[in-house]
């Protein structure tokens, strides 16, 4: 679906050039179908960027392809010196980010992008649920004049999700009275799960996908806030700077208070491993999370 | 070149000196490094790239990045030169009313893109000149560094990916004056044999005095004859050319003179007499 919509996009509208660092695995169809419009500067994510950045001052749409840690990191003073001083709309789309890198250890494990990436002027930065949030969300998401950054999730989706998608809306899923959960991206298959168990347990569960992490939608923070008796925060990232910290500057911005439960990498790395085998390891299953969140909720006699 | 012409380059390229010098005081600038950048940008302006005040919007136009930075005080005498900048903004140089400040931004007419970071404008203008490639347009894009700047890793995947993608529309020219920030290049990071490293990486690459108008016409006029291949034009030049007093010192790179050094060097300059300069070494960075 990904390289279905970029291609169609690409064809259909010139300004399109699609880059990779010789990350070919989202985009492999493509050199075949874009010619010289697919551009592969191997490995050198940095060089990527600055290309990426003159081809915006030539006009081009630069959809940019690598993997997240080394294309937020090894790459980051390009993309803030060059896509973003300049404000240049260079796409990123960023691909194995947090969990997914599952067993590559942490030289891979992209579980600070948020952070680094939204405290750069002028991008936008984004976190698809899965393959058909992605595609809903990336046609709006390229277009903007901005440079923007999209943690890619290309796995299919559990959930029937709202097509209309805006820029800076999240999308409210459920609304609840006792505990509201926020999370995004790939942590959004598990905290389905999560606040089904709850539900089971008598629970009036919120439930919304973030999927627009910057601009973020205050409205939806606050008035979750305002509603439940809990908010959760749940993000394969490290707790700094990523959905919890936005949640607290939201309400500190607001001149508001809540009890909020983080669920996030606190100054660590994940175990390296398969997959399931992360999230169970690291307590991340939706059931693990619902049983974290139901221990905590009995001291607000929820 | 008519002798003329070599005339009209070097009155030019005297009175961008004068900018520059008038922009080393009440703040200072980075003199040295704008000193042995002056002849390039004078040539490059003035006799091959085709940049006016009237095509600076034009895609068909060239296009020139200033990848070392701090040697924008040459671009903006060089600009003021052609037009293109008003020379009364000069005054404002580092006052907070106006843009005109140590690195090159955009806020300027003829300014393609910021730098000050090293090592990033060699993949910008890679993507203008991959663009042109695409497009099948003429531009030429004409990228200037500095080789000091040479340490940074960027600037070598820049000519690898330059040549993969066999980009003859773009020179980078290397500003080979012999220093960095405080040493001297080789003394720290030896950058020889240099022309033998760019081919290596496989660019088309001459080697000239970047003083020698004639040197330069040759080098840049010739660049067609040599398809295929990115071009790199190194440019030995002298830190601070046109001020002896100055001249190829590692300690002269920032400098803050005081008004009456600025007339001093204003006479050495015209070659009336040297400048006593008192004003104290300045290590920046």
Same mark, same amino acid.
């Not at chain 2, 000193?35 to 006799?47: G, K, P």
């Not at chain 2, 106006?98 to 910021?114: A, L, Q, R, S, V």
């Given at each position: ?30 050199? =075949? ?94 976190? !698809? ?9 990336? !046609? ?117 208070? =809540?009890?909020?439960?983080?669920? =996030? ?6 175990? !390296? ?30 | ?7 009209? &380059? ?83 140089? &580092? ?191």
């Amino acid at each position: 679906m990904y390289e279905e919509l970029l291609k169609n996009t690409a064809l259909a509208d010139e300004r399109f050039v699609v880059m990779t660092a010789e990350n070919r695995a989202l985009v492999k169809n493509l050199p =075949a179908v874009l010619g010289k419009r697919f551009i592969d500067t191997g490995i050198t994510e940095q060089t990527m960027i600055g290309a990426a950045a003159g081809l915006a001052l030539r006009g081009r749409i630069p959809v940019v392809h690598a993997l997240s840690a080394f294309l937020s990191m090894r790459a980051f003073e390009f993309i803030r010196t060059d896509a973003g001083i300049a404000n240049l709309p260079v796409k990123l789309s960023s691909f194995i980010p947090g969990f997914l890198s599952d067993g590559n250890g942490p030289t891979h494990q992209a579980i600070e992008d948020i952070s680094i990436m939204r405290g750069i002027p002028n991008m936008q930065v984004f976190a !698809p649920a899965d393959e058909s949030d992605l595609v809903t969300m990336l !046609p709006k998401i390229w277009n903007t004049p901005n440079p923007a950054y999209v943690r890619i999730c290309t796995r299919p989706a559990k959930y029937q999700h709202d097509t209309n998608f805006e820029i800076g809306k999240a999308e409210i899923i459920s609304e609840g009275t006792d505990i509201t959960i926020l999370v995004y991206g790939f942590m959004f298959e598990q905290a389905l799960i999560t606040a089904e168990i709850l539900r089971e347990q008598g629970k009036s569960v919120g439930l919304i996908n973030m999927r627009s992490l910057k601009p973020v939608d205050e409205k939806a923070i606050i008035k979750a806030a305002q509603q439940s008796e809990l908010i959760v925060t749940i993000e394969d990232h490290f707790l700094t700077g990523g959905l919890y910290s936005i949640v607290a500057e939201t309400l500190l911005k607001n001149r508001m208070t =809540a009890d909020v439960l983080p669920i =996030a990498l606190n100054e660590k790395w994940f175990k !390296p491993a398969r997959l399931n085998e992360v999230l169970e390891y690291e307590g991340f299953t939706g059931k693990q999370m619902a049983e974290k969140i139901l221990e905590v909720a009995v001291s607000y006699e929820l | 070149m008519t002798e003329e012409k070599l005339e009209n &380059l070097t009155s030019i390229a005297l009175r961008v000196r004068e900018h520059i010098i008038g922009m080393s005081t009440d703040g200072g600038c980075f003199v040295g490094a704008s000193l042995s950048a002056t002849d390039l940008m004078v040539y490059l302006y003035n006799d091959f790239l085709n940049i006016s005040k009237e095509n600076l919007k034009d895609p068909n136009r060239d296009y020139l990045f200033l990848s070392k930075g701090h040697d924008v005080p040459a671009l903006y005498g060089t600009l003021v030169e052609m037009g293109i900048l008003e020379a009364e903004r000069l005054q404002n140089h &580092l006052s907070a009313n106006d843009n005109i400040y140590w690195h090159p931004n955009t806020k300027i007419p003829g300014i393609e893109f910021h730098s000050g970071s090293l090592g990033h404008l060699p993949a910008v203008s890679l993507g203008v000149a991959l663009d042109c490639k695409i497009r099948g347009t003429e531009n030429r894009i004409v990228c200037i560094l500095g080789d000091g700047e040479l340490n940074e890793g960027s600037c070598w995947e820049a000519v690898l990916v330059a040549n993969a993608y066999k980009l003859d529309n773009l020179v980078f020219v290397i500003d080979r004056n012999h220093f960095q920030a405080n040493v001297a290049t080789e003394d720290l990071i030896p950058l020889e044999p240099l022309a033998d490293k760019f081919k290596a990486f496989g660019a088309d690459v001459v080697r000239i005095d970047g003083h020698n108008f004639l040197d330069l016409e040759e080098a840049f006029t010739s660049l067609d004859e040599r398809k295929g291949k990115l071009h790199v034009v190194i440019a030995d030049t002298v830190r601070g050319k046109g001020l002896p007093s100055i001249e190829a010192r590692a300690d002269r790179w920032f400098c803050n003179f005081s008004e009456n050094e600025v007339s001093q060097l204003m006479e050495e300059l015209h070659g009336f007499h040297s400048a006593n300069i008192e004003s104290e070494v300045l290590v920046v960075r």
